[in-house]
């Protein structure tokens, strides 16, 4: 059975990484989509040439909040002359207030930038928040209208945020992250999304995922292991058993809901 993992970051397994190797053991197993988003100018060409490589490849250029400080003075247009040359979705974007010496105008300013973007040329844009959830909610409520498709990736907000969020049509991700037992927002926020709302992710390679729902993993030079695309399949059997339903109608459900959600961008693959 096929699986889109939702959310990726292949350019930050570093240079001595074997990425070919990544996407072919993820799609041997099933994994036949990865969605990778971009966080800086410094890796959207880097996404799109992936991109070019790997049929499984799907990629998302955005500026990252934890990025906007370091921004250049054409990123505006630089990202939208990509954007509108590339059938692609507009990612990561969003807010986070928990970086040291964050500034919360200057990541507004950007997030609305890619929010006008995305809508504009209707593209899927995914997003991150992180303890910015009340000024998330004051943005999307005030934008003259919102992109067609909005994800939040890894979803951290509680659970009380997911009826309000998903009333404006946005869709939840969840990574392995949720299996892990000390994460009970999550854990409870997962039971709220709506059936045709939900997406599941790996966001490697981060978020390495409890020892029982990975079979893969990648270590650095420097012992450091990160998180595997390959590791989804896993993960899905766990949300399932976590949701109480079959693997496989959690892998159908979730497969339609992806195709749905990123829409004509998954055709270019």
């Given at each position: 059975?096929?699986m ?8 930050d ?7 070919s190797?990544?996407?072919?053991q993820?799609?041997a ?15 959207w ?8 490589q ?18 250049s ?13 590339t059938?692609?979705g ?12 964050y ?6 300013y950007a ?16 997003l991150?928040?992180?303890r910015?959830w009340?000024l ?6 005030s ?16 659970v ?6 998903a ?12 299996l892990d037992?000390?994460y009970e927002r999550?854990?409870e ?7 045709d ?11 390495l995922p ?19 695309p390959?590791n ?8 399932a058993?976590?949701l109480?339903e079959?693997?496989?109608a ?10 749905v959600?990123?829409?004509s961008?998954?055709?270019?693959s």
């Amino acid at each position: 059975m096929k699986m889109i993992d939702s959310h990726i970051h292949l350019q930050d397994f570093g240079p001595d990484v074997d990425i070919s190797a990544i996407v072919e053991q993820a799609d041997a197993l099933g994994v036949s989509y990865l969605v990778c988003n971009g966080t800086s100018e410094a890796d959207w060409s880097v996404i799109l040439d992936l991109a070019d490589q790997h049929r499984q490849v799907v990629p998302c250029l955005g500026l990252h909040p934890w990025f906007v400080v370091g921004r250049s003075a054409e990123w505006e247009s630089k990202l939208e002359e990509m954007i509108s040359t590339t059938n692609c979705g507009v990612g990561e974007i969003g807010l986070d207030r928990s970086i040291a010496d964050y500034d919360e105008d200057a990541q507004e300013y950007a997030f609305r930038v890619q929010l006008d973007i995305a809508r504009r040329y209707s593209r899927p844009a995914t997003l991150h928040c992180v303890r910015a959830w009340g000024l998330l909610l004051d943005v999307l409520k005030s934008e003259p209208a919102l992109p067609d498709n909005l994800l939040i990736h890894a979803y951290g907000g509680s659970v009380d945020l997911v009826k309000p969020l998903a009333a404006m049509g946005v869709y939840f991700s969840f990574s392995g992250k949720v299996l892990d037992r000390k994460y009970e927002r999550a854990r409870e926020a997962i039971w709220a999304v709506p059936p045709d709302r939900l997406l599941i992710e790996s966001d490697a390679p981060n978020m390495l995922p409890p020892e029982r729902f990975r079979t893969h993993k990648v270590t650095t030079p420097d012992g450091k292991d990160l998180n595997h695309p390959a590791n989804l399949p896993l993960v899905v059997a766990g949300i399932a058993d976590l949701l109480g339903e079959s693997r496989h109608a959690l892998i159908e459900r979730t497969w339609r809901n992806a195709r749905v959600f990123f829409g004509s961008v998954l055709g270019r693959s």
